[in-house]
């Protein structure tokens, strides 16, 4: 077998692959067994016509048929391994030539893993952030612990911001409810902005005991297609009225907050928790901004390919987050104000860059020797069977080789991740 590469662009190749004799051989005697299972002859159960025989009754163009086509299946992959290419996908394969028992040519087309040339990655002059708390980040804390702590004392009086009101209510469109808008019983903190706008406000001012109506218009850009700037009238009953007394922040209320003693200690501890939050965060911000640097100083070809794969990713994820509220794709855009062409183009050039940063990371890893040993592995499955042993389905994808094999990858590339982290902390 003989193989010529030509590149057609960073990340697709075309191979010619030329076959003789010997080549073909191989590939004539399997089509001549599988052949002969298919056949009739006069004295013979079909399926046990012997090859020899079987040979004089086929018909010679569906011979060779069945030879080239085993032939390409044959030898395409090997041609690729010839040349040291890693084809994405099954390569598209073009016949050129073929004289039946002397030659065959063709050519194999495929996509293929790119050549990616990373730059110096120990100094992509990304600086570490310094982890910081500040003040307020502390007194936000106390304060809606204090609200947590917060006791309600039913006022016959009217309503005001920041009460909590008691309501059944019920939201009709067109003079009909509509699927979502009513409820009984309802705890409403009046200003926390948990209903659409004028709803709050519109309860201010009535008594317990009052029935009333809100005549409202939704936001245009409201999730719920049917709803999104419709005219809607809420028909409420206002049953009682909670005055909320917010806890004082000092040294009894931190005592109620966990073993402390005084709200110095609570404050030390809130300070201590918000600094690994922030830790996290920031760290988490540094290794983006790493990946990014080092996609920027690298030269990494993206094969339409991966961001295609990429693209059905992206939109999933938006398909699943419109489902749950009550959209499809197109409601989607709508909301969002986008047209597909609008969010296609924007949603590749993010595909584009995950492909390229995914690139960089593997061939890092590769370039570092960094893998993860099989038991890691198993113990990170273990760990996970922990988790999702309510689900029965998670814990059978579990035992997928190929699950198995991605989970390998995602801790291969979150110890890069950490190298590369490591390499550029000073």
């Known amino acids: 077998m003989k193989t010529k590469l030509k590149r057609i662009s960073d990340s697709r190749i075309e191979i010619t692959v030329t076959l003789d004799a010997k080549d073909l051989a191989p590939a004539r005697k399997e089509a001549l067994e599988k052949l002969a299972k298919e056949i009739s002859v006069e004295g013979f159960r079909k399926g046990k016509v012997p090859v020899e025989v079987a040979e004089r009754f086929i018909p010679e163009n569906d011979l060779n048929a069945e030879t080239i086509d085993l032939a390409v299946r044959m030898t ?37 893993i ?116 419709a005219k809607v009238v809420f028909e409420v009953l206002l049953k009682q009225v909670n005055e909320i007394k917010k806890a004082v922040i000092d040294d009894e209320m931190a005592k ?12 030390a501890d ?69 047209t597909t062409e609008s969010w296609e183009k924007e949603a590749r050039k993010v595909a584009g860059e995950r492909v390229k940063a995914s690139l960089a990371l593997q061939t890092l890893a590769v370039e570092q020797k960094i893998t993860v040993s099989d038991d890691l592995v198993t113990a990170k499955i273990n760990e996970l069977k922990d988790v999702y042993k309510k689900s029965p389905e998670a814990m059978k994808s579990l035992k997928d080789p190929n699950v198995k094999m991605d989970i390998k990858n995602r801790m291969i590339i979150e110890k890069t991740l950490d190298f590369l982290v490591k390499a550029n902390e000073k």
């Open 270 to 338: 809130i300070k201590k928790n918000l600094t690994m939050q922030n830790a996290h965060k920031l760290e988490e911000k540094f290794k983006d901004e790493l990946i990014n640097a080092l996609v920027k100083k690298s030269k990494i070809p993206a094969p339409e390919i991966l961001i295609d794969d990429q693209m059905r990713v992206i939109r999933d994820d938006i398909e699943r987050n419109a489902a749950s509220q009550g959209m499809n794709f197109e409601d989607f855009l709508k909301a969002n104000g986008e």
């Open 256 to 267: 109620k907050c966990g073993p402390f003693k005084t709200l110095k200690e609570l404050k």
């Open 76 to 112: 395409v992959i090997g041609a690729f391994k010839k040349e040291e290419k890693s084809p994405l996908v099954l390569p598209s394969v073009n016949v050129t030539k073929y004289v039946p028992g002397e030659m065959a040519e063709y050519t194999a087309t495929a996509d293929i």
């Open 114 to 229: 790119p050549e990616v040339v990373l730059g110096d990655y120990k100094k992509l002059g990304v600086k570490k952030p310094e982890v910081k708390v500040s003040e307020k980040e502390i007194e936000d804390v106390l304060d809606n612990l204090a609200k947590s702590l917060a006791e309600k004392k039913a006022v016959k009086r009217a309503a005001k911001l920041e009460d909590e009101v008691i309501i059944d209510f019920v939201g009709k469109k067109g003079g009909e409810a509509f699927k979502g808008g009513s409820a009984k019983d309802y705890a409403l903190t009046l200003g926390s902005g948990m209903f659409i706008p004028g709803f709050e406000d519109g309860i201010v001012g009535h008594e317990p005991g009052d029935k009333f109506d809100l005549k409202l218009t939704f936001p245009k850009d409201y999730g719920v297609k049917d709803l999104a700037g």
